[in-house]
């Protein structure tokens, strides 16, 4: 089946075709066009800016899918749009450019939840991957560990209480300066800098549940930062990068290991920007290898926000009977 889908849940417009059957899911086309230059001027995400240059976008993109694809608009057999999680204005523009291309082209339309297209990336690098697994989203708008149940059943196990890994990592960076948004450059900065500089406070909540806390760790940082300016040092930052993603590495193996214990799956998924992070993937090999977990962790490329996620999330929603009509809404929070 060959599937075109859309994402413009914050700031990366994309559109993507792929082809999925019982012989493989392999991605023809992959175009994202992101906004960051854009909201860097800003030190962060300005919803409205982000909602007109998707609509700037999002048509140039599409032909740029389907021509680098090497289909046209009548080989295409569904039409897959992400519309929930996320900014309002930005979601909406993709979700009414799908349904009007659905409907102007008699194509099925199915919604997927942003969450679970993270997590679908996974199946374009691992053909034989299939649920049940335990899955971990780390986004700069989400952190859950969720049982992923079948391709369409997703229970979330764990969450975080504030803030998400992707956005403590950017607010980090922006108090030490760095370029918006901060993930990269923190992971640059961590791979010379000492892991050992501080103890900063865990991001894993002590208690019986797989939840998190992240604003408590981000605070303390900024405090932190804000007595060394005071006393007029030099600010270590490799070092705090280094200390800070040992501290938020730590708290994600400290309660994914609780939750594949409570699942009892012997598969770890891994999705989401911050799944780009190289001392987040390392210790997650380390952790899988020591506890014979198979590890599925997609290339930096997939990491990220993208449109071959959303397909291939649409064509396992579509295969299960759900599809959409032009009364399709988008939602700024997970409404199921
Ligand atoms: O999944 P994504 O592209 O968008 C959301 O759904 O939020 O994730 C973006 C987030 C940003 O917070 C960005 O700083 C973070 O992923 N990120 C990283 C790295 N690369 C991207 N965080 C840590 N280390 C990285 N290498
Ligand atoms: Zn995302």
């Known amino acids: 089946m060959l599937i075109l889908a859309f994402e413009s849940s914050c700031d990366e417009t994309a559109a993507a075709v792929v082809s999925i059957d019982n012989g493989g899911r392999r991605i023809l086309s992959n175009i994202v066009a992101s906004q960051i230059s854009v909201h ?4 962060g995400v300005v919803p409205e800016i982000a909602s007109r240059a998707h609509v700037e976008a999002i048509s140039r993109i599409t032909y740029e ?3 680098k694809a090497g289909v046209s608009l009548s080989d295409i057999e569904l039409i897959g749009v992400t519309n929930t999680p996320g900014l309002i204005g930005a979601l909406l523009v993709a979700v009414n450019f799908a349904k009007a291309l659905a409907y102007a082209n008699g194509i099925p339309l199915v919604a997927v939840n942003h969450i679970k297209g993270h997590v679908a990336a996974n199946y374009f690098e ?3 991957l299939e649920p049940p697994f335990t899955a971990l989203v780390a986004s700069g708008g989400h952190t859950s560990i969720i049982s992923v149940d079948s391709y369409t059943e997703y229970n979330t196990i764990g969450r975080t209480r504030d803030d998400a890994i ?3 990592f950017d607010k980090v960076g922006r108090v030490m300066g760095l370029p918006y948004p901060g993930g990269k450059e923190m992971d640059r900065l961590a791979s010379i800098g000492n892991p050992d500089y501080a103890k900063f406070p865990s991001g894993a909540i002590h208690d019986d549940t797989l939840d998190f806390s992240f604003s408590g760790l981000k605070t303390h940082i900024v405090n932190h930062l804000n007595t060394l300016t005071q006393k007029g040092g030099e600010i270590p ?7 800070f993603t ?3 590495c730590d708290s994600v193996i400290t309660k994914l290991d609780a939750a594949l214990k409570q699942t009892g799956h012997k598969k770890l998924v891994v999705a989401g920007g911050v799944s780009a992070n190289s001392h987040l993937r390392a210790a997650l090999q380390k952790y899988c290898k020591n506890h014979h ?3 599925f962790i997609p290339s930096l490329s997939l990491c990220g926000d993208n449109g071959a996620m959303i397909a291939a999330q649409a064509y396992y929603e579509f295969m299960e009977g ?3 009509g032009t009364d399709l809404n988008a939602y700024a929070t997970k409404r199921t």
């Open 246 to 248: 040992k501290t938020v």
């Open 237 to 243: 930052k490799e070092d705090i990068a280094a200390a």
């Open 166 to 168: 992707g956005e403590a």
């Open 65 to 67: 899918a389907l021509d």
């Open 40 to 43: 860097a001027l800003y030190g």
């Open 293 to 295: 977990i198979e590890l």
């Open 126 to 128: 691992y053909q034989e």
């Open 322 to 324: 759900k599809t959409d």
